[in-house]
């Protein structure tokens, strides 16, 4: 076997982790997170030294964006073209850039999303303030490096002249890490930079004096005090960012929302069509048109709405529902000695100060040492011209150039460089006015010399010399304050009425748990007969709600848990079709069913309550404010024992009594007020002692004297009994006997247990329901008035082997 095909054996986690450890290094360092020094990508850096060295600035003509890419892939960027022009893209659009550091020409793309014309169409030389990047770069400044194939050198960082990376800002995605600096402004970056670098034990609170919070080039206003506090802080904040609107009132007395600065990086068409939708989908009522008037005059975006609609109710629903606000999440992450690293603003700005003093150094020891080999020159001259006879002399008696090079060393004891420089001199040079002129220079260059020297052996003047530097920047470049910053982030609180047109109509809802929403018109249309409702074969309507769409219905089921569902939610349908399961509506449980629906208007009066009562006999009262929900799933309502149901719960004044009617044929008065208040998800107190196998069927409310008790038994046999007939008790007891079954083997039977009853003060249709789904109709002047204990009369002839289950008020 050769020495090629020696195999070593790998862990393949080892040599995955190996790959993608150096893998992930490169995209963190190399493509997506920026420099904390100049606040660049590698890409952006690689294009802006590329148009530089090209000469692509801005006082020459506009250049091919072509090329620029070409000269960028050819020479330091060896990845695809689309990633080069999609970055110099980005740094062209002013939508994007608190300042643009390429200045393009042609179609660059716009707030729309709409994609900037191909490379070989547009145009682009380096904005004004890109040179402050780039300012001084040939002097020193900065460490290069060799390219990808070691042809050409590339700068590690820029010089970056003003504090790119805040004022710009910057997002990116890498390996593990993302970042996200908002664009701030120019001015304040720069005082807070000065302010820092003159006094570095600054605390944040007075950095903030002069840095109120980011400035987003597309202006808008900034909500959150304390979101830019905790990512100044941490380098990690939340802020909401809300556009500028404006509510115009027109002739006729409509309203339209003017919009005129979006938030940052929200797509204007997205926006646009966002609202549009609401509009064509009815979520909102009261939006008659929404146009984009973008032109040439800025961003204008015009919400107009109908006669009488509520503007600050739909602009409040537009804040909540599109990106008309969106948050802006501070994730601070930079390149900092090769690692990335959160940071604070503090330590961005310590970090911009540090890269200065470096760059000002080496720019000044860079001139010093030019300076000092002018000088060095200079003397030698002045030297020179001073005994200008015995150096002609020696050049003379010389052989060639070298010799007379070395002559002069020797004699004179010139400096190699100093002899060079003398044996180049213009025979011109050697008047009058040259020698003075020389000396002049000379004394020019010396005092240039101690200025310099000055700075790098003083740090005050180093100080100085960079503040001296950003200020001219700011005053050159500096712009005012694009986005507003308000302290308190305003909550969106959108009414109901805003959402939904108010109107009245009627909810159906069937034994079997059908549900319906429909118009008055159609119900109208229909006959206007509540009795002709769309039902299933062998299915009936248990209850007709009239309600308005700005209601709710609160949903009981026998297993002790309610549902909020609003009435403007339950899908509308014709009077005469069936409706929907309930479901498709709420999450209802399958082994669960509805006991009681009973609508709302709101949570907020004190004297209602909502009583419960179960099969068991236990009693509860509650605040209807306890209900109150947002939640659209199911909640707990009422604590239900083993072998326990709810029956009935109905919404009270508290002011009642509750009569309870057993199967067994007993039945109980007692006040409301005997139930004390209690928790949602109490258990409640017991209503009436319960023989064995007994349990309750009907739970009536009653009130005074007036009126009578109906009952019915499973066979068919009823009556009627004064409610006068019922004594008030105490709650618990065993009550009071209210119908008496036949017993006994030669007696026709005349039931085995009540089903229902109901209190009625006038005539009253009513509907017996059947094991077998039979509906029976009957009045209840049909009862005969009779005692309390009496045995009651057929009312209602059933097959041989049904019985009653059910009895419903019909109307």
Known sequence: MSMLENFLPAFLEEVVGDRFGRYSKYIIQDRAIPDVRDGLKPVQRRILYAMYDSGNTPDKPYRKS??????????????????????????????????????????????DDDPAAAMRYTEARLSPIALELLRDIEKRTVPFKDNFDNTAKEPVVLPSRFPNLLVNGVSGISAGFATEIPPHNLREIIDACIAVMEKPEMTLEEIRTFVKGPDFPTGGIIMGEEGIKEAYETGKGRIYLRSKTDIETLRGGKQQIVITEIPYQVVKSRLVSAMENIRIEKKVDGIAEVRDESGRNGLRIVVELKKDADAQGILAYLFKKTDLQVTYNFNMVAIVHKAPRQLGLKAMLEAY????????????????????????????????????????????????????QNNLQWMFGFTERQADAILTLQLYRLTNLEITSLQKELDEIQKKIAVLQGILD??????????????????????????????????????LEVLVAQEDVLVTISNEG????????????????????????????????????????????????????????IP????????????????????DRLVSVIPVK???EPELSLVFVTKRGQVKRTELKD??????GAIAACKVGDNDEVIDVVISRNRQDVLLLTKQGMSIRFSENEVNPMGRVSAGVRGINLKEGDEVVSAL?????????????????????????YPVQSRGGKGVQTFEFKEGKRVKPNGNQLVGGIHCKEPVTLLAVTKEGQMLSLSSEDAPLADRKSIGKLLVHTNKNDDIVDLLRRG
């Open 353 to 404: 100060i540090a890269h200065q003093r470096e760059v000002v150094t080496f720019r000044t020891q860079y001139e010093l040492e030019k300076l000092e080999d002018r000088a060095h020159v200079l003397e030698g001259l002045v030297k020179a011209l001073n005994i200008l006879d015995e150096v002609i002399a020696a050049i003379k008696a010389s052989k060639n150039r070298q010799d007379a």
């Open 572 to 591: 509308e349908f014709k009077w005469k079709d069936n409706g929907t399961a309930i479901v498709n509506v709420i999450p209802l449980a399958k082994e």
């Open 458 to 495: 003083s740090d005050r003047k180093l100080v100085a010399l960079i503040r001296k530097e950003l200020m001219e920047i700011r005053e050159k470049y500096g712009i005012d304050r694009r986005s507003v910053i308000q302290d308190e982030v305003e909550e969106l609180k959108v009414n």
């Open 602 to 604: 709101g949570f907020e």
């Open 66 to 111: 072509a090329k620029t890419v070409g000269d960028v892939m050819g020479n330091y960027h060896p990845h695809g073209d689309s990633s080069i022009y999609e970055g110099m893209v980005r740094m062209a659009q002013p939508w994007k850039m608190g300042h643009v550091l390429v200045d393009g020409h042609g179609n660059w793309g716009s707030q």
């Open 627 to 632: 209900y109150e929900t947002k939640r659209s």
């Open 701 to 725: 409310w009653v009130e005074g004297e007036e009126g009578e008790i109906l009952v019915l038994s499973d066979l068919g046999y009823g009556k009627r009994s004064l409610l006068l007939d």
């Open 514 to 569: 059908y549900i319906k929403r429909t118009s008055m018109l159609s119900f109208t249309r229909s006959g206007g007969e509540l009795d002709g409702s769309g039902v299933k074969e062998g299915d009936f309507i248990k209850s007709v709600l009239e309600v308005d769409t700005l209601q709710n219905l609160l949903i009981f089921t026998q297993r002790g848990q309610y549902f909020l569902l609003p009435v403007h939610q």
